[in-house]
Nanobody, 121 residues
């Protein structure tokens, strides 16, 4: 099976930085998109940033200019560098990947279990 594991969450003061990482492992033929979503208490899960293989990243308006998404494809890993953090960034951050498990398989969606990011004022 395919598993996504996130690391890098924690507690940081406003204006600080964190770097999240997510590594995919298991039965993987190819990875298309990888990205990050956030979910605050009582809110819907929202896209933060996503990047396809060989393409340009997309960012939520609140993330653009502060966050950077990038991949290490040799390690099946995606990173989210988060700078100038604000209290409203506080949420659980979930890794997402679209993965084909075989040459003739369609892409399937996979999710990590999430990592908590808390930004204090």
């Amino acid at each position: 099976q395919v598993h996504l594991v996130e690391t890098g969450g924690g507690l940081v003061q406003a204006g600080g930085s964190l770097r999240l990482s997510c590594t995919a492992s298991g039965q993987i033929f190819a990875i298309n998109s990888m990205g990050w979503y956030s979910q605050a208490p009582g809110k819907q899960r929202e896209l933060v940033a996503i990047v396809p293989s060989g393409g340009s990243p997309d960012y939520a308006p609140s993330a653009k200019g502060r966050f950077t998404i990038y991949r290490d494809n040799s390690e099946n890993t995606v990173f989210l560098q988060m700078n100038s953090l604000r209290p409203e960034d506080t949420a659980v951050y979930y890794c997402y990947a679209s993965i084909a498990r075989g040459r003739w398989a369609v892409d399937e969606d996979y999710w990590g279990l999430g990592t908590q990011v808390t930004v204090s004022s």
